[in-house]
C-alpha cells in the first residue's frame, strides 16, 4: 500500500492518533517511533492533532527530549500542543522549569491558558516544592477566571500542601462549595506529607460524613497515615470499611494494608493480607520481608525468600536483599545474615547502600564490628546512611567513644549529621556521662536545625537527665509543640532517675491528658520511681492500672520494680508470691536477687536462703547472687559459709572480665574497674574514699565498710 494514500485521510489519520495513544498507554517507544517514521515518510502535512498525539506519546514514554522536537516541528500550536509539551516537562523535576519556561513563550505567542495549562503548572511547582510558583499560579488563575474550577481547586490545595503550607491548603479547601474526592484526596495527602497524621484521620473521617466516597487512593493515604503513626485501631476500621466498600481492592490497596499492619506490630494479620492476595507483586512480597523485618522473624523471612526466588516470577531487588537481611540480623550471621551476603555479592548488591547498610547493622548485632567495618570501607561513595549505620552500630553495643569518633569522621567528609545518627551520638554521650561532649553535639543539632525533631529532642533530654543536668532537660522537653510517646517516656525517666517521683506523677497525668497512651516503657519509669521513693501503695496502683486498664502485660522490668516495693516495704511473702506468679521470660533471677537484698535488711534467713537457691537455679554462676549470699551468712554469722562462698566468687572473678565504668570530671572521662591500682590518680582516689569511709561512720553508725 502506498504510504501517502495511507495517511491522506482524515479517517486514516484517526487510525494512526489511536495507534499512536495506544502506544502511549503501553509506554511503547518502538512502536511509536515506527509509526513517527511513517508520517515522515508519507511526505503529507498530518493535522494538528495528529502532532499534538505524537508529542504525548513521546512525553508519556519518558523521551522529553523527542517530544521538544516533535513541538518545535510543529507548525500549527493550538493550545493542546502548549498544554502537551508543559505537561512532558511538569511530570519530572529534573525538568519542571522548563515547564515555566514553555509557558512564558505560550502567552509571547498570543496563546491563552485554560485549566489544564495551569494544573500541569501547579504539579511542576509541586515537584520543585517551590511555594513562590505556587503562589504566581495562584494569582494567574484568578486572573484568567478559573479559579471556580474544581480540578484547579483541588491541584491547589494539593500543592500548598506539598509545600508545607497547610493554612493555604486549608483555606483552598474551605473555597470549594462542593468539594469531591479528587479534593479530600488533595488535602489528606498535604497532611500525610507534613506529618499532621492526626488532623489527616480526622479530615478522613470528615469526608465519611460528605457525599463523597473515598476509592482506592484515599484508602492507601489513610492507611499510610495510620501505618506511620502505628495507630492499630485506626486501621483495623478502615481495613473493615474497605471490606464493605471495595469488591476487588487493587494490589496497590492490598500492599497498603500489608504495610500498615506491618508497621503496627500486627504480623499475622500481615501474612494474612499477603496470602490473599493471588498474583503478588514485587512490592507485596518486598512488603511483607518488611513486616517479617519489624518483628525480627528470620525464618518466615527466609522461607518467604526462598518461595520468591523459586515459586514466584519477580526477581528480587536490593530492597528484598535489605529486608530479609534486616529480618535475619539478630539471629547467628553464619546461618541467615553471611550467605545472604554471598548471595548479595554474587547479584552485584553488596555496596548498594540499602543492602550495605543493613549488612553493617547485621553485623554489629552479631558483635562483630571488624566485619562492619570492612563493609564500611569497602564502600568509597559513603552517604549519611552508611555513615550513620556505623554511629548507631558501634552506639548500640556500648563503644560510645567509637561512636563519637565515627561522627567527627562523618563531619570532617562534609556530610551532614541527619537525626537518626545524631541521636545516636547523643545516646552514646549519654551512656558515656560525656555531658561536654552532648553539649557539642547539642549545639550540633541546633546548627542543623533539628531541635524540632521528635528523635534528637527525646535524645537531648534523654542525654542532659543522664548526664545529671536534669533542669536542661525539663528545657528541652518543655520546648517541644507536641511530644510523642517517646519523648514522654524519656522525660518520666529522666525524673525517675533522679528521684523526682511527684514530678514524674504530675507528667504523667499531663500525657493522659494531651491523649497519649502509655506503653510498657512509660509504667517502668513510674514504678521505678515508686520503687526509689518507697511509695508501696502509689505503685500498686500503677501496676493494677497497667493490667487493668490498657491491657499491657507486665515484662521483666516490670516485675523486678513491684518485687523491689514490696520487699524493701517489708512485704517478704507477698514479693514471694509474685515471683512464682511470674512467667519464666521475666527473669526470675532478678527478682530472686532483689527479694534476698531485702531478706538481709529485714534479716530473715530462711527466705533469704530460698531467694538464694531459686536464683541459683536460674543462673548458678551470678557473681551478684554469691555476693548477696555472702552478706546474708555474715549477717546470721555463719562465717565458714561465708569464706566458702568467698572462695566461690574468686574463682568466678577469674573466670569473667571485669565490667568497664565511666565518669566525668572536670570536662574530662576516666574509665576505671573494680579494685582498679592503674588508674593514673589512684593514690588521690584512695584519700577521697578514705574520708567517704570516715564520714560514713561518723554520720550513720557503720562499722563494718570494706
Known sequence: MNPPGLLATKANSSILVSLLQKCATESS??????????????????????????????????????????????????????????????????????????????????????????????????????????SMIHSQVIKSGCSGDVRIQSSLVGSYGKCGRLECAQLGFDEISEPDTIAWNSLIVGLLHNNRFRHCLLHFCSMLLTDSKPNEFTYSIVLNACSRSEDRLMGRTVHARIIRTVSFPDTTLLNSLLDMYSNVMDPEAAYLIFTSISSPDLVTWNSMLAACAQTSDAERAMSLFMNLQHKSREVPDEYTYASVLSASASAPAFIYGMPLHACAIKRGFERIIYVASTLIDMYFKNDEPLSACKMFDAIEDKDVVIWTAMITGYSSIGYGEKAIEYLCAMQQEGKKADQFVLSSSLSSCADLASQRQGEMIHSLVVKTGYTANMFA???????????????????????????????????????????????????????????????????????????????????????????????????????????SLLSRDGFLK?????????????????????????????????????????????????????????????????????????????????????????????????????????????????????????????????????
Open 29 to 134: 517507544a518502538n512502536g511509536g517511533r515506527q509509526l513517527h517514521a511513517l508520517l515522515l515518510v508519507s511526505g503529507i502535512n498530518p493535522r494538528p492533532y495528529v502532532y499534538n498525539n505524537l508529542l504525548a506519546m513521546y512525553a508519556k514514554c519518558g523521551y522529553v527530549d523527542d517530544a521538544k522536537k516533535v513541538f518545535d516541528q510543529t507548525p500549527q500550536r493550538t493550545v493542546v500542543t502548549w498544554n502537551a509539551i508543559i505537561s512532558a516537562f511538569s511530570t519530572s523535576a529534573l525538568h519542571a522549569v522548563t515547564s515555566f519556561e514553555l509557558y512564558c513563550s505560550m502567552g509571547g505567542h498570543g496563546v491563552r491558558p485554560n485549566q489544564a495549562t495551569f494544573i500541569s503548572l501547579l504539579q511542576a511547582s509541586t515537584l520543585l516544592a517551590d511555594y513562590s510558583r505556587v
Open 457 to 563: 529532642a527525646g535524645s537531648l533530654v534523654d542525654m542532659y537527665a543522664k548526664t545529671g543536668c536534669l533542669p536542661a532537660a525539663v528545657t528541652i522537653f518543655s520546648e517541644i509543640s507536641e511530644p510523642d510517646l517517646k519523648c514522654w517516656n524519656t522525660m518520666l525517666g529522666g525524673y525517675s532517675y533522679h528521684g523526682k517521683a511527684e514530678d514524674a506523677f504530675r507528667l504523667f497525668d499531663g500525657m493522659l491528658q494531651n491523649g497519649v497512651k502509655p506503653d510498657h516503657v512509660t509504667f517502668i519509669s513510674l514504678l521505678s520511681a515508686c520503687s526509689h521513693s518507697g511509695l508501696l501503695e502509689r505503685g500498686r496502683a500503677y501496676w493494677n492500672y497497667m493490667r487493668g486498664f490498657t491491657g499491657l502485660s507486665p515484662g521483666p522490668k516490670h516485675y523486678a520494680c513491684m518485687v
Open 574 to 706: 507477698e514479693a514471694e508470691e509474685l515471683i512464682e506468679s511470674s512467667p519464666p521470660s521475666c527473669n526470675p533471677a532478678e527478682q530472686w536477687r532483689i527479694l534476698l537484698s531485702s531478706c538481709i535488711t529485714y534479716n530473715d534467713l530462711e527466705m533469704g536462703l530460698k531467694a538464694a537457691n531459686q536464683a541459683f537455679l536460674w543462673e548458678p554462676d551470678s557473681i551478684e547472687t554469691h555476693v548477696l549470699l555472702s552478706n546474708i551468712y555474715a549477717a546470721d554469722g555463719r562465717w565458714d559459709d561465708v569464706s566458702q562462698v568467698r572462695r566461690r566468687i574468686r574463682n568466678l572473678m577469674v573466670e569473667k572480665n571485669p565490667g568497664l565504668s565511666w565518669i566525668e570530671i572536670n570536662k574530662e572521662s576516666h574509665a576505671f574497674v573494680a579494685s582498679d591500682q592503674i588508674h593514673p590518680k589512684i593514690e588521690n582516689i584512695q584519700l577521697e574514699l578514705q574520708k567517704l569511709k570516715k564520714h560514713m561512720i561518723l554520720s550513720d553508725g557503720f562499722t563494718n565498710v570494706d
